[in-house]
């Protein structure tokens, strides 16, 4: 199996346009969307739900009114200030918890005298198993406000591997997450390429910079290319010479296209929309990055 993440030192360079378009010039695939906190690859990609499961992560604290006796002492444990009091701490207050202020801890679940505090699994999104035209994809939803994103990358990714183990021959193609935080750690561990989308830019080219560190962390191959490149040329230069200094291949180049725009509108990669520049400069890219595999 071969895998290639695309990833980028920041948000709106245009990765997903590109993944969208890996897809459908590998014609079969299996299609990864890491980027759980902020999905959009379904956006052009379209797919069908086939299996959707439930993603439970952490616990959360929970107070049953009917047994609680109002002694106050999750209040005056809980260091987050989670526990909500309503009425007078003289009489019988209620006592609850604040969904959005709960760590998780289990400080408030040990120290109730009476065990009146429930300690359940807390709900943090949905995975899916989807089809589309170009193969299955893995894919997900991080709910509203919920955290560890890199827990539910971890097993987006490990779905989507065991689908492309279990076909001979096929790629895995996964949308990464922006940035270099946890979500990216758990989408290009064990990969054996990387894409960076780059925008020329003074903080895409700082990002990118903190990007390709991480890849060397990993050891993992390194391509690099610019998404937009004529909007600065001289910035562009820079990446490419940022490339040659870090042992990184350069990929290619993409123009600015309004194509790119319309083909989003209608839902289909860019690469699919007519005689596209940046279509034409993606098929480019794809082509230089499979005669130059490891």
Known sequence: ???????????????????????????????????????????????????????????????????????????????????????????????????SACEGCGACVKLCPVKAIDFNERYCGEWYVSGTRFGPMVHAVLAPGAENSGKLVGMVRTKARELAMGSEGKMLITDGPPGIGCPVISSVTGAEEVLLVAEPTPPGIHDLQRAISLARHFDTKIFICVNRFDINIELTENIEKIAAETGSKFAGKIPYDMD???????????????????????????????????
């Open 260 to 294: 790119v725009v319309c083909a989003n509108d209608k839902g289909i990669p860019v690469v699919e929309h007519g005689k596209s520049d940046a279509g034409n400069a993606i098929a480019e890219i794809w082509k230089y990055m499979q005669a130059n595999k490891q």
């Open 1 to 99: 199996m071969k895998e290639i993440v695309i990833l980028s030192g920041k948000g709106g360079t245009g990765k997903t346009t590109v993944a969208a378009s890996f897809a459908s010039l590998a014609g079969n695939s299996v299609i990864a969307d890491c980027d759980v906190d902020a999905a959009d690859l379904h956006l052009i990609l379209r797919p069908s739900i086939r299996i959707s499961n439930q993603f439970f992560c952490g616990h959360l604290a929970e107070i049953r009114g009917k047994d609680c006796i109002h002694c106050g002492a999750c209040l005056t444990h809980c260091r987050f200030e989670a526990v909500i009091m309503k009425g007078d701490a003289a009489g019988e207050a209620e006592f609850s918890i604040s969904e």
